[in-house]
């Protein structure tokens, strides 16, 4: 089957295409045909390795799992004898980011794993953009304990993971105010924001609210900048290390302090229940992942370059079959 693999760290220079086998259900998986993915942060940074860390999992020296793509959808092919719950012809999408595998055209998933039938509302290429923003975005929430009516501030609300947490916040009913460029100021709104600030307008930092979390959604701002905005016990979580990696040392000594405090939380695997909760808000309207671009397979390198410009609006689809 044809597949993008990388077999050591790098730029996207180090990705290109090739022919490899075909994997072969176990018992309790799905071998799924893979008609789309994504090319998202995760890949990314597992594909550079940026951050050393991350070699832990991949492998210290080259990629153990040469095949990227944490999020899928596609059709199933074929049902191990101990599936229960899917059958071949099932339109599913899933989410691996263990061992990957979306960037081919196979792979196969467990099917008590993070698979799920797709809502009959969103087509195969927009499923397979469910779960990797959302993931994140659904955590960093549920570090922060966000309850309803609390004010929330997202800045970066047009990546894949700010997208997904504008709208999970409003669902849980959170007073939301995004931050956005002019030209998605509309998008930002309608994704379920009470307020939208444009920041090539507007100095959001001189605003005199006080937020009770602060969801920096790329990693761009601090604690520091953020304090004075921050209300008495509020919250900030960045989705990066932040500079000299402040972020993780400050989660461990501001929650000793009283007041303001950095929570830096490290997302568990994407449950059965969580990706099944992502389905049913996709399926009753409350959900939807944005979509930016799409790419084909043997465009991937080209793909991985405009998400390392850090423009891109929600998500970049990666059509596996066209």
Known sequence: MKAAIHQKYGSPEVVFLAEVEQPVPKDDELLIKIYASTVNRTDAGFRSAEYVISRFWSGLFKPKYPILGCEFAGIVERCG???????????????????????????TIAYTDAVALIPKNIDIYEAAAITE????????????????????????????????????????????????????????????????????????LAYTHQFDFIFDAVGKLSFHICKPILSK???????????????????MITPLLKGKKVLFPIPPALSKEDINFLATLTEEGYFKPVIDRHYTLDQIKEAYHYVATGQKTGN????VID
């Open 316 to 319: 970049v689809i990666l059509k």
């Open 233 to 251: 016990n509020g919250i900030y979580i960045s989705t990066e290390l932040g500079s000299y990696a402040q972020n993780v040392f400050l989660a």
């Open 81 to 107: 004898h101990q599936v229960v719950g899917f059958k071949t012809g099932d339109k599913v999408f899933a989410y691996n980011d263990k061992t990957f595998g979306g960037h081919a055209a196979y792979t």
């Open 133 to 204: 923003g959302s993931h994140y975005a659904l955590n960093i929430i549920r570090a922060a304990n966000v309850k309803k009516g609390q004010k929330v501030l997202v800045y970066g609300a047009t990546g894949a993971i700010g997208s997904a947490a504008v709208q999970l916040l409003a669902y849980f009913g959170a007073d939301v105010t995004a931050v956005s460029n002019t030209k998605n100021l509309s998008l930002v709104k309608n994704l379920g924001a009470n307020e939208v600030i444009d920041y090539e307008k507007e100095a959001f």
